[in-house]
């Protein structure tokens, strides 16, 4: 089982102390050393950063996060998207992968880090109060953007973690950070006339995996054709 580098630190203090804990409790009686690897296992099992290789059409936007659907929002007026968007919150608990990756393939308009609270990733108010880490993507082609990506702490979570640089150019689920200890991610997307949500409250979604919602990108299929015709029809002129 693959394991994500952000917890190194963390898994080598939770074998030393654990380890300790489980070796003096043994001394006493064996089986009160179980809880404490129990827990060992939970702290490796957290980190854990399985492969994942989705399938998506044109059009198609992946979860950016393993967790359950907690919110559909719709936004009249989004500034930062500018005009009318969907937001789409996902509650990870301490027992789901917490890798984050991208949810369409395109390059990093900006990041921004806010300082704020630590609700608890489930209140509604968490996205808007507490700690976060914003990516904002250019979508490739004509999928209509920007999409917002947003990393949310929790009342456990305490650190979000971005590897995503400004300009960056990143594929769908592609790998670009991690939130420690049960939290909270959001995906704001642009609502457009034929903008399809395929989730809803209480579904279960793997980051990388679940296609989260459909963008119309008819006109860029209409370019494309027009395009292809006009290269194989243009007459020859030599001779």
Not at 144 to 170: K, S, T
Request: hydrophobic share 40%; charged share 20%; proline share 7%.
């Amino acid at each position: 089982m693959p394991i994500a580098r952000e917890g190194f630190r963390e898994i080598a203090l939770a074998t030393v102390v654990l380890g300790l804990f489980a070796w003096g409790a043994a001394w006493v009686y064996w089986p009160l050393a179980i809880p404490f690897a129990l827990v060992w296992v939970w702290v490796l099992s957290f980190f854990r950063d399985p492969t994942r290789r989705g399938t998506f059409e044109r059009g198609e936007l992946c979860s950016p996060a393993d967790g359950t659907v907690t919110e559909i929002t719709p936004l009249d007026d989004y500034e930062p998207l500018g005009g009318p968007a969907i937001r789409i919150g996902m509650f990870l608990s301490l027992f789901n992968v917490h890798v984050n990756r991208s949810p369409c393939s395109g390059a990093v308009r900006s990041l921004s880090y806010r300082a704020g609270e630590y609700l608890d990733a489930r209140h509604p108010e968490s996205g808007k109060r507490n700690e976060s880490n914003t990516l904002v993507i250019d979508p490739d082609g004509a999928m209509p953007g920007p999409i917002e990506v947003r990393q949310v702490a929790g009342f456990v979570a305490r650190r979000n973690i971005c590897h995503a640089l400004e300009n960056q150019h990143l594929t769908i689920g592609e790998r670009f950070g991690l939130i420690k200890f049960g939290s909270r991610t959001e995906l704001v997307i642009p609502q457009r006339n034929g903008t399809e949500i395929l989730v809803k409250l209480g579904d279960q979604v793997r980051a990388g995996l679940t296609v989260m919602a459909r963008q119309p990108v008819a006109v860029s299929n209409d370019l494309d054709r027009l395009e292809n015709r006009s290269s194989q029809g243009s007459p020859s002129m030599a001779g």
